[in-house]
């Protein structure tokens, strides 16, 4: 997770049917879940991340910014994202999922809300969403993430020095200092032994096994 | 992409960091250390020099295999937002089936515990610890009474957990739909058909050889058999896991096995190892554990009444008894929708700083357990060696034959595969035994449960092992049921009744198991 979280509301989800709601049999295949940001500025979306609850296909839309008075269009982002490759059966029914900037069609640079569609053509499943939306954004440029290139990957230093006839070497210092270096590397690194005990200073004595 | 780059940094940092507490770490460094002093390491160029010299000396490709040991064993990292419980299973329910299974074995072994008035685990007096070190080696010529003991539970009981297994957000109505099971699984996991398999295990196709039937007396060896053997000798040679592993999915001539198996398991008898069997030996000299007396009847109600194990009991105590003891066993219950059993030591319930696992190694075995190890006992000698080769084909494959999971290997996965190759390549068999009360997982249920171990020949059931080594997957054993089923389906259609039907596949030792499985994948008019 990249970015820093945005507080979202996430509305109740709205089921879309086709014809007379009251006599219509069956369950809803393709639900639309509005999540809005009060109280927050359009931001750039960096990740979207949720857990999935048997939803087999996801499309993501956003609002395009429109002059004042005249009534938003809805652009879709993300079309028909398989999360689940079989919508019969279990496989990513249950799997944490994150969606990213570069993955989405049209530029999140400021988002004001965003609306999920959930499809699920299956009638197997009883219900199906998504849960634990977490939106991120653009976060600061953390020191961490921008390192050197020399740092990142490193380059063995090989220069041969030049032999000079006659004077004493003089990489004979230098290998002596590479040495020390090494000798304390490898005392600083502390080795992981197994652990291998498993009663407590030699008393195994146990009570009943716990349920808990 | 930068997703694959940051998911394949993941998986590099996650190998690295289980790398860095191995023994082979430890060798590595000191190899490291020791080359120092070879006239070919300079100093200006000491990093790719060392690099070198463990590319020559095969230390790199110890390295190797050990990073594809890693990568065959640990599931990739999921999301980093999933919590642990989500990589040992990821569907809620499933999780809470376990878990609710799990508490039925413990109050069951609870009840025995206080019912029989023996305590989980005793420290062994003295005498009694010397008696038992001086007969280690011969341990079955004991007859301790375990008449009061009884095992935790049987595959049959664990069936009857399956079948009642339930996702809560599945359509499980009375009407029949398109996708009603008409097996005892009811659970919609993904399993592959005949052509999917097919692509999986094109290996054991028509036109390839196999031992197991390229190698039977009627073939001249020049054809396959000679050829394989060399090419076997060849890839021993030279130390490549993943070479090894391919090479197997054709069966390993016997000669060979024991070695190929350990290459592929990587598995290298260390003094470091050897040290440590010592050392689990000497846990079981000192303490008595209840789970002891489970692993003793256990073996001695199947591997030793079996004709071709029986000869191996004491081998068999002296690796489950060192199994119990092992806390390394307990890494697997990261990927293992199982958790270990926890008490407390006496007098301190409820304080988490004397919490322990019992047993140690957080297995509690069940009836027939023993004929995991059974087999391995032709193939090697040494027990520390034994015991090495057991513990890990454990921890990656027979964990999951007694689990309930969603894994594709896992023995759920295994059975709905069964059902679902014998409903739709034989849908007549199907009809008739469920017609019957003969539904076919009742029977082979305890086949899969096992792999297949006191059911087939010894020689046909190390071919059949080759093969999940070499396939890292125990699918096989599912499509060898279904196969086993189609080969008798003539004599099952005149069955009336489910002890008619058992009677029909109740001998399963004079099958060849790899022309059974041709026919089933690839000769099958479908």
């Known amino acids: 997770m990249s970015g820093l979280l945005v507080p979202c509301h996430v509305k109740s989800t709205v089921a879309l049917k086709v014809g007379d709601m009251r006599t219509s049999q069956g369950r809803p295949d393709v639900l639309v879940v509005d999540v809005t940001f009060p109280n927050v500025a359009p931001f750039e979306l960096q990740e979207i991340m949720f857990k999935n609850y048997y939803t087999a296909f996801l499309s993501i839309c956003v609002p395009q910014h429109t002059p004042l008075h005249t009534p938003s269009k809805w652009v879709t982002c993300l079309r028909d994202y398989c999360l689940m490759p079989d919508p019969h059966s279990e496989e990513g029914a249950q799997e944490y999922v994150s969606l990213f900037k570069h993955q989405m069609l049209c530029d999140m640079t400021r988002v004001l809300e965003l609306r999920l569609i959930l499809q699920q053509p299956s009638p197997l499943w009883l219900s199906f969403t998504v849960e634990e939306a977490q939106i991120y954004q653009q976060g600061p440029k953390s020191p961490s993430l921008t390192f050197p290139k020399w740092l990142s990957h490193p380059v063995s230093n090989e220069q041969p020095v030049p032999s000079l006839e006659g004077l004493p070497d003089p990489r004979v210092s230098s290998e002596v200092q590479q040495i020390w270096a090494l000798t304390e590397m490898f005392r600083a690194s502390h080795s992981y032994t197994r652990m291998g005990r498993f009663d407590m200073d030699g008393c195994y004595d146990l009570n009943l096994l716990s349920y808990t | ?526």
């Not at chain 2, 489950?320 to 270990?340: K, M």
């Not at chain 2, 304080?351 to 193939?379: D, Q, R, T």
């Open chain 2, 1 to 526: 992409m930068l997703q694959e780059e940051s998911d394949l940094s993941l998986v590099i940092a996650q190998i690295v960091q289980k790398l860095k507490g191995s023994n082979l770490y430890a060798q590595l460094e000191r190899q490291a250390w020791a080359c120092l002093q070879r006239p070919e390491i300079r100093l200006e160029s000491l990093k790719e020099d060392i690099k070198e010299f463990f590319k020559i000396s095969g230390w790199e490709k110890k390295l190797q295999n050990a990073v594809y040991s890693e990568l065959n064993v640990y599931p990739l990292p999921s999301h980093p937002s999933a919590p642990p419980e989500h990589l040992k299973e990821p569907l809620v329910y499933m999780r809470k089936a376990q878990g609710s299974w799990e508490k039925r074995i413990l109050k069951s072994l609870n009840s025995m515990c206080t019912e029989l008035s023996i305590p989980l685990a005793r420290k062994r007096p003295v005498g009694e610890q010397k008696e038992l070190l001086n007969k280690w080696n011969e341990m079955g010529t004991d007859e301790p009474d375990l008449s009061l003991f009884r095992p935790v539970y049987a595959p049959k009981d664990f069936l009857e957990v399956l079948i009642n297994l339930r996702n809560p957000n599945y359509e499980n109505g009375d009407s029949l739909s398109f996708r009603t099971h008409l097996g005892l699984i009811q659970v919609p996991l993904k399993v592959k058909d005949i052509p999917e398999l097919k692509e999986c295990f094109v290996e054991l196709g028509l036109t390839t050889g196999q031992l197991g039937i390229d190698d039977s007396t009627q073939v001249p060896p020049e054809l396959f058999e000679n050829e394989h053997v060399r090419i076997g000798q060849k890839v021993l040679v030279q130390q490549d896991s993943a070479a090894a592993q391919q090479y197997i999915r054709q069966g390993s001539p016997t000669a060979l096995r024991a070695e190929l198996w350990a290459l592929i398991l990587n598995i290298s008898s260390q003094p470091e190892d050897i040290l440590y069997y010592e050392q689990l030996k000497t846990n079981v000299i000192q303490h008595d554990l209840l789970v002891d007396s489970l692993i003793y009847k256990d073996v001695k109600l199947t591997a030793s009444n079996d004709d071709y194990y029986f000869v191996f009991e004491d081998y068999l105590y002296q690796v489950l008894l060192c199994f119990s003891r092992d806390t390394s066993v307990l890494g697997h219950f990261a990927y293992n929708s199982a958790s270990p059993p926890k008490s407390y030591i006496r007098g301190k319930l409820g304080l988490e700083e004397y919490a322990v696992f019992y047993p140690p190694n957080g297995v509690i075995p069940f009836h027939g357990f023993s004929m995991y190890v059974a087999p391995l006992c032709f193939l090697y000698h040494e027990p520390y060696k034994l015991y090495q080769i057991f513990r890990e084909m454990y921890v990656r494959f027979f964990f999951r034959l007694h689990s309930i999971s969603s894994h594709p290997s896992g023995i759920v996965s295994l059975c709905l595969l069964f059902e679902t190759l014998l409903q739709t390549y034989l849908p007549q068999l199907f009809y008739h035994l469920r017609e019957i009360g003969a539904q076919p997982l009742r029977i082979s249920f305890k086949w899969m449960v096992r792999a297949f171990s006191g059911y087939l020949a010894t020689d046909q059931l190390l071919l059949l092992w080759d093969r999940i080594l070499g396939y890292n997957s125990l699918e096989i054993l599912a499509v060898l049921a279904a196969a086993v089923f189609a080969f008798r389906a003539v004599n099952l259609m005149e069955v009336t009744s489910l002890a008619a039907a058992e009677a029909v596949l109740a001998d399963l030792s004079t099958l060849k198991v790899m022309p059974l499985l041709q026919i089933f994948l690839f000769a099958t008019v479908t």
